[in-house]
């Protein structure tokens, strides 16, 4: 009896003595340099179990073996706190440290850039080209409503989510410049600031230039006279779905369209594009000027014109210089 028990004594402590070395051989493959030799980014999408990100691991080549990757972190007891999304991991990191990554969830951040005077389609157009997002844009959104800038998302965000971030943003900005914009303007309204706002927007791009153009156009209204926008024309006849794609005609100046400020003596209904702060701001704080004509200088700007004569000199300018240039 003594000897049997004296030998399971022994297979025990001899068992132990496996399971100890076993451990410590697993332990060490967990915590064990890598075989990357430079940083990956790699995407854990959603839905995945343990056994599942360590199989994406695996194949991304980040650690050597699914197995110790799931063992180290159930032994850890961090299984079920790994995260899904798309991730940076270091050369020559650790599964170890790679459970730390996926635990703390600090994801890639991706940014798109919305350019300042697109119209809401293109804008949507652009979100729905952008990798990294999910879904679809199922909220309907008006003219001028999404403020152009540059937006951080995760991989996997909602497409919908970030439009309406960028609804949110255009709405926080128009009422924080509002409260600041100058005493006598002609426009009632926030959305009247932002229809010439957008109306500004599509007419330069120089930055300098805005509140020059702002207060031609504040100029013309005081005066109950014709804003006379290229740009509007333009929006009546496509609609916003895009630029013309062909130089304005005497007969485009002449169509009955809402947005033709040719034709009618007000703002258009709506804005004609999105805006940026910087002519959002342009608007509700202009130049104060004697100007009430402006035309392209060649150059990229504008010639600016207080009198119609003026400005007929400087139109003619134009005409000359854009001819030389065709030929």
């Known amino acids: 009896m003594r000897r049997i028990l004296s030998r399971l004594i022994i297979l025990s402590f001899l068992i132990g003595l496996i399971g ?75 599964p170890q440290r790679v459970a730390e990554i996926l635990t703390i969830g600090k994801t890639v951040v991706r940014r798109l850039t919305i350019a300042e005077g697109l119209t809401t389609q293109q804008v949507l157009q652009q979100i729905l080209a952008t990798d990294g997002l999910e879904g679809d844009v199922d909220v309907s959104f008006k003219e001028g409503q999404l403020l152009p800038e540059t937006y951080h998302f995760s991989y996997g965000d909602r497409r919908n989510d970030l439009a309406l971030r960028m609804a949110d943003s255009m709405t926080q900005t128009v009422a924080r410049l509002w409260q600041g914009r100058a005493k006598g303007l002609p426009l009632k309204t926030q959305e009247e600031a932002l229809v010439l706002a957008s109306i500004v927007e599509k007419e330069t791009a120089v930055a300098g230039e805005r509140p020059r153009v702002a207060g031609v156009f504040i100029n013309r209204l005081r005066t109950k006279m014709r804003l006379q926008s290229d740009p509007t024309v333009v929006y009546g006849l496509t609609g916003g779905a895009g630029p013309l794609g062909r130089p304005l005609s005497r007969a485009d100046l002449k169509q009955k369209t809402p947005y033709n400020t ?24 202009p130049e104060q000027t004697l100007d009430f004509y402006f035309v392209a200088d060649g150059t990229g700007g504008h010639v600016f014109a207080r009198t119609l004569k003026e400005h007929n000199r400087n139109v003619a300018k134009w005409r000359k210089f854009r001819a030389s240039q065709a030929q």
């Not at 332990?27 to 995945?48: A, C, F, H």
């Not at 258009?268 to 342009?282: E, F, K, L, R, V």
């Open 20 to 94: 100890a070395g076993v451990f410590a051989w697993g332990y060490g493959q967990y915590v064990k340099p890598g075989p990357t030799l430079t940083e990956n980014t790699v995407i854990i999408p959603r839905g995945r179990g343990v056994e599942g990100i360590a199989n994406t691991l695996a194949q991304a080549g980040i650690i050597r073996e699914a197995l110790i990757f799931r063992l180290g972190v159930r032994v850890g007891g961090t299984d079920k706190s790994l995260k899904a999304g798309e991730y940076i991991f270091p050369a020559k990191v650790s």
């Open 262 to 285: 040719y034709q009618i003596s007000r703002l258009p209904p709506t804005p004609i594009a999105n805006p940026g702060i910087a002519a959002i701001a342009a608007v509700l704080n």
